[in-house]
Structure formats: C-alpha cells, structure tokens
Nanobody, 122 residues
Framework: VQLQAYGGGLEQPGGSLRLSCAAS????????MGWYRQAPGKQRELVAT???????NYADSVKGRFTISRDMAKNTVYLQMNSLNPEDTAVYYC?????????????????WGQGTLVTVSS
C-alpha cells in the first residue's frame, strides 16, 4: 500500500492551493483519511480529517479556510487551501487508516504519504 501526495508549491499570501493524496495497492477498505503538517522546528499537527465521505474535523487554525474532501471510488483525499498565510508554511502529510488482507488476516493500519512542501511567501 502506498500514499502519494501531490500539489504542494509556492503561493503568495491570500492565495490558494489544492493538495491531493491517492492510496494504491491491495486495499480492502479505507476508514479515515486526513492531512497533517509539520512546520520547521515544530511538531507534526493535525490539519483536517474525514471519515468515510462526510464526517470532517479541522484544526481551529484552518477552519473556514481549508476544506477536506474525499473521492472514495478513487481512494483519494483532497485538501483545498484558501486564504493562505505564511503560518501555513509546512510539509503536509496525508494519512489513512487502510484495511488490507495480509495472508489470512484482515488488518487495519495507519499509512503515511511522503509529504509535500507548501510555502506561503511574498
């Protein structure tokens, strides 16, 4: 199983970016998916999560600016980021709780993408 994140880059304050993260491999199902971020010198923090395709949760710092969504058929999660500010600068990681068949056992584990850098600067 792999998670591949896309969409990071350099954006000016007030601008927008959209991140995507696709899960691939022998997947039986995916429960929660989410985005976390880690700024230089800081701990990784939750940005947003989505359970199935409806229940969402956001960090207070991004509420009203970021929107998480999911295409369950494509095993893909998105993060639409609007009104970006320099404090949003970080490496963004996607996460998913994925169920797989390992031998004869059905197992659910946390998987992480490789991270994509978002830089907000003028």
């Amino acid at each position: 199983v792999q998670l591949q994140a896309y969409g990071g880059g350099l954006e000016q304050p007030g601008g927008s970016l959209r991140l995507s993260c696709a899960a691939s491999g022998s997947i039986l199902g995916i429960n929660a998916m989410g985005w976390y971020r880690q700024a230089p010198g800081k701990q990784r923090e939750l940005v947003a999560t989505i359970i199935r395709d409806s229940s969402t949760n956001y960090a207070d710092s991004v509420k009203g600016r970021f929107t998480i969504s999911r295409d369950m058929a494509k095993n893909t999660v998105y993060l639409q980021m609007n009104s970006l500010n320099p404090e949003d600068t970080a490496v963004y990681y996607c996460n998913a709780q994925i169920t797989t068949l390992q031998g004869v056992r059905v197992m659910t584990n946390d998987y992480w993408g490789q991270g994509t850098l978002v830089t907000v600067s003028s």
